[in-house]
């Protein structure tokens, strides 16, 4: 599955993912540095992404979204190095694993959780 990474990650972690055999995609490379949350929708609308955000404002999805969203809550705090190797080790297992639903969050400890009511 391809991956997405909102402007809010850190361009390290999109290095890791390359380099872990991903095909990652990064909000800034794609030059869409502040592109608005409806257009980013309008793009996981029609395309088939896991799209990683620290944006709540992604909790409310739309139905028939084609995308996956996770919404990251590791705390932007902790040095960037132990920020990417959390995320790695979450974006592995959730793909291994591949839950049932759309959106999901990441706690502060990696572990991710399926917001109820969103298994379409």
Not at 1 to 29: C, P, Q, T, W, Y
Not at 38 to 62: C, K, M, N, Y
Not at 73 to 92: E, G
Not at 95 to 116: M, N, T
């Amino acid at each position: 599955m391809r991956i997405l990474l909102d402007e809010n990650f850190s361009l390290a972690l999109h290095k890791a993912l390359r380099e872990a055999g991903h095909v990652s995609e990064h909000i800034i490379e794609l030059g869409l540095r502040g592109a608005t949350d409806a257009q980013i929708l309008e793009r996981l609308s029609v395309e088939e992404w896991l799209f990683l955000t620290q944006d709540s404002d992604f909790l409310g999805l739309p139905p028939g979204l084609k995308s996956i969203v996770l919404v990251s809550h590791v705390p932007q705090d902790i040095p960037t190095r132990t920020r990417v190797a959390i995320w790695l080790r979450a974006i592995d297992n959730f793909l291994r694993a591949r839950p049932v639903g759309r959106l999901f969050e990441l706690d502060a400890q990696g572990r991710v959780h399926p917001i109820r009511g969103t298994s379409s």
